[in-house]
């Protein structure tokens, strides 16, 4: 309810603010024409979906207000963009006034941020006062359910509070746990629930002990709340990303192909349409580039490299050759280092720019690479590291990429330790449990100004 109040209270803001943003530079005396309520109407109808898209609306969203206020702020401007563009495509940018269009949106993001920054305090006290917490109990002191109480311990979720521990057992079970009193058996839960506050009920029972579990859920069935099967795969620290019925058996979902659906179709439109425009637009650049890649040194202009993409599937990767030709024997593939002796005059300054990789335009046309996804690398390196990261080729479940997450956070260039490649590894894996077209547009944004020159690029 709180989120949903949020929602429309945004949407309020983008209304009220286009209007009030109408009398300020044009006088409350006459009403906005229709041309200005369209406007207003067609951004409040941007701003819903973008701020949606930006995940916003959460309360670790709320908590966390630097990183939602930085999302807030880049839904906002692709809406602005997009109205531009709209106004541009229509022939219609003469009717509305650019002091008015500034205006608004100044006005609305200050507007989103005081709006925030209200909710956000508002928030803090009702989880002091316990408001807005999940009072939960846990059916089950044995070894699952110290585990289930250690791990969100750990986690330390202010919306998450523990009340208790129930177990039918009298013997081989603790008094308490982690802190947490074991206050019964499920019969002491039951009356426990009429004088507090349970939202939840967790069940952290063995799977030997599942003949009890037809009697345990028709008895605390009459407890107005949530109730949860905490499975044993708890152990294993897999992640679980919701429930399934497949033939009508009840399983718990631990991995899903990313990029399914729509998600997948909006990735190859970005793709084919971005790399189509950008190999347009580069195409004189690179003329010059291999016109003094030949001048500067016998050899082909582009380089080929055998690499592992999508499925783990090899293909082949387009570059400009930034080395002498001949220099490596057969075979063998050596990482580029500082000062190396076979990087030439040329190809020194494309990899310093990064433009060593704009041939690989060709490879997004072809599918196979995406502008944005983990950076390829060549087949011995994936051999090698594949042996000692365990998540290495979870990597290759989406297209690699010209550019990624990792990249844009500085971990580019030369690994000279498995460390260093274990923590690019954790963004690529990052960049895919998460992704969304606005994360791939942030990428692309961020590449422009800390993707291209680095000091690891040589």
């Known amino acids: 309810m709180l989120l949903g109040a ?22 409350a005396s006459a009403p906005p024409s229709n041309f200005y309520l369209l406007a207003i109407a067609i951004g409040a109808l941007l701003a819903a979906n973008a701020l949606h898209f930006a995940r916003i609306y959460s309360l670790p969203a709320l908590r966390r207000s630097l990183a939602g206020y930085g999302a807030l702020a880049g839904a906002w401007f692709a809406v602005g963009l997009t109205l531009v563009a709209i106004a541009y495509l229509t022939k219609s940018s003469e009717q509305y006034s650019r002091l008015w269009l500034v205006m608004w949106f100044a006005l609305a993001l200050a507007a989103f941020l005081v709006l925030r920054l209200a909710v956000a305090d508002q928030v803090r006290v009702w ?5 807005l917490t999940r009072n939960v109990v846990i059916v089950g002191a044995g070894e699952l359910g110290q585990k289930l109480v250690q791990r969100l311990t750990d986690e330390r979720d202010p919306a998450l509070r523990i ?76 992640p679980a990303i919701g429930y399934s019925a497949l033939g009508g058996v009840p399983m718990l979902n631990l991995f899903a192909r990313p990029l399914t659906g729509w998600s997948q179709v909006a990735k190859i ?14 195409a004189p650049l690179c003329l010059a580039i291999a016109a003094a890649i ?18 783990n599937n090899e293909f082949t990767v387009y570059k400009f050759r930034t080395m002498r030709d001949g220099d490596e024997a057969e075979g063998t593939v050596r990482q580029a280092m500082r000062g190396d002796t076979r990087i030439t005059r040329v190809g020194a300054f494309l990899r310093r720019t990064s433009l060593d990789e704009l041939p690989q335009l060709w490879n997004v046309l072809r599918g196979d690479m995406s502008l944005v996804g983990p950076r390829p690398h060549a087949v011995p390196h994936n051999e090698q590291y594949a042996a000692l990261i365990g998540e290495y080729l979870s990597r290759h479940r989406v297209k690699p990429g010209i550019t990624g997450w990792a990249q844009v956070n500085g971990l580019r260039g030369e690994t000279s330790t498995p460390e260093t490649m274990r923590l690019r590894v954790q963004h690529d894996i990052h ?6 077209l606005w994360l791939d547009l942030k990428i ?15």
């Open 6 to 27: 949020l929602r429309a209270g945004d949407v309020a803001i983008v209304v009220v603010t286009g209007i009030f943003a109408f009398w300020l530079r044009h006088g």
């Open 127 to 131: 989880m002091r006062e316990g408001k």
């Open 163 to 238: 009340l208790g521990l129930f177990d039918d057992r009298t013997t081989r079970v603790p008094h308490e746990v982690s802190g947490h009193l074991v206050r019964g058996n499920v019969n002491d839960l039951l009356m426990f629930a009429r004088s507090n506050r349970v939202d939840e009920i967790v069940i952290a029972l063995p799977a030997r002990a599942g003949h009890h579990l037809h009697g345990l859920l028709a008895r605390i069935k009459s407890v107005p709340a949530d109730v949860r099967l905490c499975p044993e795969i708890i152990e294993l620290d897999v």
């Open 269 to 282: 439109v970005e793709d084919m349409v971005l790399a189509a425009i950008l190999i347009v637009l580069a």
């Open 294 to 311: 030949k001048l500067d040194s016998p050899g082909p202009a582009l380089f080929r490299q055998t690499r592992y993409g999508f499925n």
């Open 431 to 436: 960049y895919i449990e998460h992704w969304s």
């Open 444 to 458: 692309l944004l961020l590449t422009l100004f800390v993707g291209f020159v680095h000091k690891n690029a040589y």
